[in-house]
């Protein structure tokens, strides 16, 4: 571990750290999210995401001239 702070606190930082990690991998498995896996295709989920990106782009031109007044 490489880092700036002191011994300490660099110590007391990192343990918190994976206090939050191991709680979220305790929190997944009593939820059942470890084996959880999306039933939707690479490419439809891509789909989506270039569908979503482009609605942005419009909603972002069509609002820009008003946000300038």
């Known amino acids: 571990l490489v880092t700036n702070l002191n011994l300490e606190?660099?110590?007391?930082?990192?343990?918190?750290?994976?206090?939050?990690?191991?709680?979220?991998?305790?929190?997944?498995n009593m939820i059942g999210l470890k084996e959880l896996r999306?039933?939707?295709?690479?490419?439809?989920?891509?789909?989506?995401l270039v569908f979503g990106a482009i609605l942005a782009m419009v909603v972002a031109a069509y609002l820009y001239?008003?946000?300038?007044?």
């Not at 999306?38 to 989506?48: A, F, M, S």
């Not at 001239?65 to 007044?69: I, M, R």
């Open 9 to 28: 606190e660099a110590r007391s930082l990192y343990r918190l750290r994976m206090r939050i990690e191991e709680g979220f991998k305790d929190l997944k």
């Open 38 to 48: 999306l039933k939707v295709k690479i490419e439809e989920r891509l789909g989506r």
């Open 65 to 69: 001239p008003l946000a300038l007044g």
